[in-house]
């Protein structure tokens, strides 16, 4: 997994490697489960400041794990005076950097292996497209069970991709769907054998750096077009309501209760594997 | 079928049970092969306003049949002066009806067994989510077939869950779909051994009513934003549509040639049960 | 292939057949491998006024191939002063055809067998309807691998069929997709075993055609209105990007790669069975 050389980042949690002209790999690394936190975040945040810059000539960019048990995971809670929240530089900073990932010339791919519960999934779902691997892909929001909502991503990509209906069972249900599922939905472009699904990423990127740059961005722009894509605004407001939700009493009863049934923050790594489990009714 | 007790209404072809705090099921029962008329729908029309008074605190209703044989069937042809009509009160009342079933604060799901021909399709596919029997359902919108078209919500749902070229073979062929097609198609969530089905639904409706209910009602809300789910004016105006169709010389012929073709009008069982061959090519 | 008797156009490479009252076969028919050029789409643009003369009664439209290799190829590319382009004639007129296809009363069907390649598989998607072999479909638009982008209906359907990601992969990647893939993807209604693809398409064709007509006409209105289908000047906004693009310095240089790759145009048989796979990163 670490077969790239050197990283072009700082970051030692997120580093970036240029697998062909114009094709870049970004690998996720925040043991012991990909929690997201300021560290992750600040991370991703470097890969975006690279790709805008035109002398680096980025086209295309895949977006994978270190981990096979976790693609991306939640954001890590913080307590502070008895208040459950998440780090407010990730909560404002998400909805620009969801925004960027469908809005940018770039072109952003991930390669879904493990899971991806809460922010990881919006994460995913914010990209351009998504391969899973067949047997090992789980992705939830359970943002609803935890007492909120998958404001500033999760809520408007479900929708894009896999309808009203589809998407109101995936939110509101707060339960994982595995490769299959998510194909038949749309959530992921293609559920691929685990074994093929990293040659099959890589044949698709390199393929699609290989072409007249200019065509390649001013399609993706025609697909950018009108309502095709949630507008930082929207994005901005739902996951403000998000904020505001956990922040009330109904919130921080839920998301206290659930901490308490799982013995306490931060999760264990046995919590971590089975979360949507922890919002099963009693 | 009928464990759950007492109803909560007085209708007795539509009953009305609380299966958990927040989580109410609804039985259809009108044999023998529930047809809709105006019991049916005044039955419904209770069931939304026990919905809209808060002091009930309904948050997920279920929609099932009692008749494994029949979801939901059609609405009954009154002929009067010669004329063959759907009774006044359904085609006035059901675009609002349609409306709320997707837009009230309440999630609206439905368990799908058996066969729901005309009306009884579109109800299902204006509930925010339908759940199919893989053995045993059949969706037909067989208004065209008919002579007319299946305004109100039958139109605008096909092409919101399925997208338009499938949506044009559902709607233009009046003909029915299994439970494998209508999951590949959208058109429901998933296709579920019988077996399984009921226990499924269950779960997934106490699940989403043991969260916090403020987080729910605002995910399903922003999920009903913008040209996500028909507007009242848009479902009045086709519903009107096929009213005048069906009034018109081309389509009393049509609806006339094929009540002669099946026998007159109460339509058999036999008919019943295989309405959309009524619709076959000489 | 040719058991319909006497074509109703004078064209040889397009023909025209009436198999049922108001319901009628076009065949497609330009040896050796269905390419697009001035005939083809004279005899394309008869068929459309044929259609629009009320007197003919034309009410549903089945497209197929006579040729089981190739459903419709590509736009045969001209050379002159040393620039490769398309012909003019149709570059300028295809947005228009494409969206009479989709919005005009006609029902429109594709039978599709055998390989589409850009134009062709443009075509197929701006229908009303797509129903594919099963053994024997694919598709691709190899625009972007080309150096310029399939404008005119190829970006705009793939989105709405397909929804952005996987239209977003099926545009950029310039690769074909099987039968059952299109049919996941949403790209066909459905992916048929070949041995019953006429029957299946026949019979639907002729139940549509046996409906009161203004029915079936005000149905296809109401699936037609509002963003459902691109609008006459996005689709020629977006085909003159590409024949813009084309004709960069950059757009000729990938065309002219690859001519020199394939052998020169035309191209061979061989070359043209594996269009695709000319884009294959070397």
Same mark, same amino acid.
């Given at each position: 997994?670490?077969?790239?050389?050197?990283s072009?980042?700082?970051?030692?949690?997120?580093?970036?490697?240029? /697998?062909?002209?114009?094709?870049?790999t970004?690998?996720?690394?925040?043991?012991?489960?990909?929690?997201?936190?300021?560290?992750?975040?600040?991370g991703?945040?470097?890969?975006? %400041?690279?790709?805008?810059d035109?002398a680096?000539?980025?086209?295309?960019l895949?977006?994978?794990?270190?981990n096979?048990e976790?693609?991306?995971?939640?954001v890590?809670?913080?307590i502070s005076?008895?208040?459950v929240?998440?780090?407010?530089?990730?909560?404002?900073?998400?909805?620009?950097? %969801?925004?960027?990932? !469908? !809005?940018?010339?770039?072109?952003?791919?991930?390669?879904l292996?493990?899971?991806?519960?809460?922010?990881?999934?919006?994460f995913?779902?914010?990209?351009?497209?998504?391969?899973?691997?067949?047997?090992n /892909?789980?992705?939830?929001?359970?943002?609803?069970?935890?007492?909120? &909502?998958?404001g500033?991503?999760?809520?408007?990509? %479900?929708?894009?991709?896999?309808?009203? !209906?589809?998407?109101m069972?995936?939110?509101?249900?707060?339960d994982?769907?595995?490769?299959?599922? &998510?194909?038949?939905?749309?959530?992921?472009n293609?559920?691929?054998?685990?074994?093929?699904?990293?040659?099959a990423?890589d044949?698709?990127?390199?393929?699609i750096? !290989?072409?007249?740059?200019?065509?390649v961005?001013?399609? @993706?722009?025609? &697909? /950018?077009?009108?309502?095709?894509?949630?507008?930082?605004?929207?994005?901005?407001?739902?996951a403000?309501a998000?904020?505001s939700?956990?922040? /009330?009493?109904a919130?921080q009863a839920?998301?206290?209760?659930?901490?308490? @049934?799982a013995?306490?923050?931060?999760f264990?790594?046995?919590?971590?594997?089975?979360?949507?489990?922890?919002?099963?009714?009693?």
């Amino acid at each position: 997994m670490s077969n790239f050389g050197e990283s072009l980042l700082e970051s030692k949690v997120v580093r970036l490697h240029e /697998t062909a002209a114009g094709c870049f790999t970004v690998v996720i690394d925040n043991p012991p489960y990909n929690l997201v936190g300021s560290q992750v975040f600040a991370g991703l945040q470097s890969v975006k %400041s690279f790709a805008e810059d035109p002398a680096n000539d980025v086209r295309v960019l895949v977006f994978k794990s270190a981990n096979p048990e976790f693609f991306l995971n939640h954001v890590g809670l913080e307590i502070s005076d008895g208040e459950v929240s998440e780090p407010l530089e990730i909560l404002q900073g998400w909805p620009a950097f %969801s925004h960027w990932l !469908s !809005s940018s010339p770039v072109v952003t791919i991930v390669t879904l292996r493990g899971r991806a519960w809460g922010f990881g999934c919006e994460f995913a779902l914010s990209a351009d497209m998504r391969f899973a691997s067949r047997e090992n /892909t789980r992705l939830c929001l359970l943002e609803v069970g935890f007492g909120a &909502l998958p404001g500033g991503g999760g809520l408007e990509w %479900s929708q894009l991709l896999a309808g009203r !209906s589809r998407a109101m069972e995936f939110v509101l249900s707060s339960d994982d769907l595995d490769a299959d599922t &998510l194909e038949l939905y749309g959530l992921v472009n293609r559920s691929i054998p685990d074994a093929e699904l990293d040659a099959a990423v890589d044949k698709l990127a390199r393929r699609i750096a !290989s072409f007249n740059p200019a065509g390649v961005a001013m399609a @993706k722009r025609y &697909l /950018t077009k009108g309502q095709s894509v949630p507008l930082p605004a929207d994005l901005a407001e739902t996951a403000a309501a998000a904020g505001s939700l956990l922040s /009330t009493d109904a919130g921080q009863a839920a998301v206290g209760r659930l901490m308490v @049934k799982a013995g306490g923050v931060p999760f264990s790594h046995e919590v971590e594997l089975d979360l949507p489990k922890l919002c099963d009714v009693d």
